[in-house]
Nanobody
């Protein structure tokens, strides 16, 4: 089992950048695929980015590709989401997610099948 705690959210102007962090507990962090999802007001939770166990394989939503970068540090049990060129459409609560995966697999894009979640961190992008 793994516990996840996000940090780094806040208020930023359009065009700015933020870096989200997620600290994971547990001794088997490197067995988990990791990812970020987000939920805007009145909308369903949606996939943002995911990374395989080793960090060698990634997947991004089209809406963030080229602007966001996901990374992980298995020695520190941390994952990160570097967000650049933010727009008001990126405003949402961002959730760190984890689940056991095999080999080079990343997390599935459907939040319904993800077992472990953090409580979220709010990102607000002003125009």
């Amino acid at each position: 089992q793994v516990q996840l705690v996000e940090s780094g959210g806040g208020l930023v102007q359009a065009g700015g950048s933020l870096r989200l962090s997620c600290a994971a507990s547990g001794r088997t962090f490197s067995s988990y695929g990791m990812g970020w999802f987000r939920q805007a007001p009145g909308k369903e939770r949606e996939f943002v980015a995911t990374l395989s166990r080793s960090g060698g394989r990634s997947d991004y939503a089209d809406s963030v590709k080229g602007r966001f970068t996901i990374s992980r540090d298995n020695a520190k049990n941390m994952i990160y989401l570097q967000m650049n060129s933010l727009t008001p459409e990126d405003t949402a609560v961002y959730y760190c997610a984890a689940d056991l995966v095999f080999g080079t697999s990343t997390l599935p894009r459907s939040p319904r099948v993800i077992n472990y979640w953090g409580k979220g961190t709010l990102v607000t992008v002003s125009s």
